[in-house]
């Protein structure tokens, strides 16, 4: 024979009944596991979750998954692009003079009577075309090299070495990396920023932290993300 118990309600009456009547009252929600529950064995009050044969009767709690929390992330500003900028600067500068290696006595003898052009004085008038091959030739060389430095790097990494070195990165407004499309999108809108005559790139000092490339690309260079 089971010991009675009493329970009190959540209508702050007391319920008496044998165990097996708590069990049920426990199933149809009626019983808690903060409920108190008297039992003439011990005589004395304690919730229903401090009683082991009622404890494996009541109802699990339902714990809600909790999403993790989203990076917060904090926007660079100016200083520190201009340091990472000038980093990359320099690394492609150096991988540019690795790629025409191959045609260095081509490009010298080139840049000399490119020299030695702009030293004649007097009525002497420069060569304009070869003025223009010469700058054709650097310009056609620096845009690949940086655009498969700039694109791979920020499509595979998230960020140039020079940003890496800094701390930064690139991302979208949502915080999702650019992938190889978004950094080559990214890296075409920046050319707007240098025909701007570095505009765009001032546009960083604003409040929103944003050059006109970032803006047009919907997208932003951050700090190391802070959970």
């Not at 049920?24 to 409920?35: F, I, K």
């Not at 999403?67 to 991988?95: E, K, N, T």
């Not at 490119?114 to 010469?134: H, I, K, N, Y």
Request: proline share 5%; aromatic share 12%.
């Amino acid at each position: 024979m089971s010991s009675p118990y009493t329970m009190i309600g959540s209508d702050g009456r007391e319920y008496s009944g044998s165990l097996e009547e708590l069990r049920e009252w426990s199933q149809d929600g009626r019983l808690g596991s903060a409920t108190l529950v008297w039992s003439e064995a011990d005589e004395r009050w304690l919730s229903a979750s401090a009683r082991h044969e009622l404890v494996w009767d009541l109802p699990r709690p339902e714990f809600e998954a909790q999403a993790p929390s989203a990076p917060v992330f904090y926007r660079a500003g100016f200083v520190p692009r201009l340091v990472a900028f000038v980093a990359d600067w320099m690394v492609i500068l150096f991988l540019v003079n690795l790629v025409v290696m191959p045609w260095r006595e081509s490009l010298q003898a080139l840049v000399q009577q490119v020299q030695g052009q702009l030293e004649l004085t007097g009525d002497a008038q420069p060569d304009l075309w070869l003025l223009l091959r010469f700058q054709l030739i650097f310009t056609a060389i620096y845009t690949s090299v940086s655009l498969v430095y700039s694109v791979g790097f920020q499509g595979r990494f998230g960020a140039t070495p020079g940003k890496r070195l800094l701390g930064l990165s690139v991302v979208t407004l949502d915080g999702v990396p650019l992938g190889y499309g978004g950094a080559f999108r990214r890296y075409c809108a920046e050319l707007l920023s240098i025909l701007s005559f570095g505009l765009g790139y001032l546009m960083i000092l604003a409040p929103e932290q944003r050059a006109l490339h970032d803006i047009i690309t919907g997208t932003q260079v951050v700090l190391t993300p802070r959970n």
